[in-house]
Antibody, heavy 124, light 107 residues
């Protein structure tokens, strides 16, 4: 079955760029029928969608983060990536990658496979 | 942006109880709503999509209903494994927002 695994630094300094990788195993990222997504969860808080990417490279972002976010994909490595620039303490969170399955809605019908999450702390 | 609210924020219940969580959208989202269950330290798990469709492998005691701006998640008979936080999520167009969550704890 498909599994997702986040990786990247656990500590990022303020004003720097947060960079995370999600590695997809057990299935191909370019098989179609799925979007690939980043979501974060601030400590003790709810879930915040960051953005989606399709294997073709089409991306969709949370408007509140759009100017700082870049999501990209490398189909040859079966990976997709998150870059978040100019981070502050408010970006401290658990970051999840997830697969968005397209069952009925052309924009995806929910996130059916998730990574375990990776904690990123922004601190000097 | 479409805003999502959930009520109650916390719900205390006993094993065997029928439990209902409500989710409201700030504008119509048709039936483009999903529900997730999250346990502490774990990733969320998809329960329901398109407001009322049960995800494969999810027990039939979970059900969803609603359309437009008001939705409900019902657990027909609460089991020990169901104590968790539940989130709704709208996916109207290419924008996604989650509700703030409802924690179901032991009474």
């Amino acid at each position: 079955q498909v599994q997702l695994q986040e990786s990247g630094p656990g500590l990022v300094k303020p004003s720097q760029t947060l960079s995370l990788t999600c590695t997809v195993s057990g299935g191909s990222i370019n098989s179609g029928g799925y979007y690939w997504s980043w979501i974060r969860q601030h400590p003790g808080r709810g879930l915040e969608w960051i953005g989606h990417i399709y294997y073709s490279g089409n991306t969709y972002h949370n408007p509140s983060l759009k100017s700082r976010v870049t999501i990209s994909v490398d189909t040859s490595k079966n990976q997709f990536f998150l870059k978040l620039t100019s981070v502050t303490a408010a970006d401290t969170a658990v970051y999840y990658c997830a697969r968005v399955v397209v069952m009925v809605s052309p924009t995806g019908d929910g996130m059916d496979v998730w990574g375990q999450g990776t904690t990123v702390t922004v601190s000097s | 942006d479409i805003q999502m609210t959930q009520s109650p924020s916390t719900l205390s219940a006993s094993v065997g109880d029928r439990v209902t969580v409500t989710c409201r959208a700030s504008q119509s989202i048709s039936s483009w709503l999903a529900w997730y269950q999250q346990k502490p330290g774990k990733a969320p798990k998809l329960l329901i999509y398109k407001a009322s469709s049960l995800q494969n492998g999810v027990p039939s005691r979970f059900s969803g209903s609603g359309s437009g701006t008001e939705f409900t998640l019902t657990i027909s008979s609460l089991q020990p494994d169901d104590f968790a936080t539940y989130y709704c999520q709208q996916y109207n167009s290419y924008s996604v927002t989650f509700g703030p969550g409802t924690k179901v704890d032991i009474k």
